[in-house]
């Protein structure tokens, strides 16, 4: 059983200050009463590795890790018992390759529909840039607190997917080097009345407050990295 929920202090029986998702309805209530707009709607597109194997020990006498996938560069001159079939994206060519070259495209259809069985309305899936199973599955936006929850559970069915497959699944930013990581583009818009107020007739067919908040984006980068960028590995990333 998986559960979404509140966080409640027990003492008061009022929202725990720092439950994620106590915040996140904060901000909600925030924005509606600013006046600015009435909902803010959020569309991510979490990209994903799937690999065939993940090894790894930190011990007294050693510390290693090792990743690996079938269809990596890597192994195109790999020995395996079914032949090796040559197909495979090489580094970074792996940005919407049909089949055979894509060889995960079942697996993510099968990803897909596990989602819209729990209701996740799913838009797009394809194979990312990076070789080695580089995925992305993009979902319908919504507003913060729903989205958020949807992204938790669509994290949670992609994984359990590919493990009932014999797969692992990883959202971490980069791990592997000298090809590209995998990001989570956040499609952001203002709305008030049914209207999107970022539609206009301004640079790029933005209105002057589309283009107020890219510039408050740039301004609180340095906050924001606290959970848009959150390890060591998200700059790893990044450089």
Known sequence: IVISCDILDPATMQPYGRCPRGIAKRAEAYLKSSGIAETAFFGPEPEFFIF??????????????????????????AKYDGANSGYRPGVKGGYFPVPP???????????????????????????EVATAGQCEIGTKFSTLVQ??????RMKYVIKNVAHRNGKTVTFMPKPIVGDNGSGMHVHQSLS????????????????????????????????????????????????
């Open 147 to 152: 989205k958020a929850d949807e992204l938790l």
């Open 192 to 239: 008030k009345g049914g209207t999107n107020l970022f539609s206009g007739d301004g640079y790029g067919g933005l209105s002057q407050l589309a283009l107020w908040y890219i510039g408050g984006i740039f301004k609180h980068a340095k906050a924001i990295n606290a959970f848009a960028n959150s390890g060591s590995n998200s700059y790893k990333r990044l450089v």
């Open 101 to 127: 070259t894509d060889t995960l495209h079942d697996l993510r259809a099968e990803m897909c529909k596990t989602l819209e069985q729990v209701g996740i309305e799913v838009e797009v899936q394809h194979h």
């Open 52 to 77: 065939d194997s993940v090894r790894f020990a930190n011990e007294m006498g050693n510390t290693f890790f090792k990743v690996d996938s079938e269809e990596a560069a890597w192994n195109s001159g």
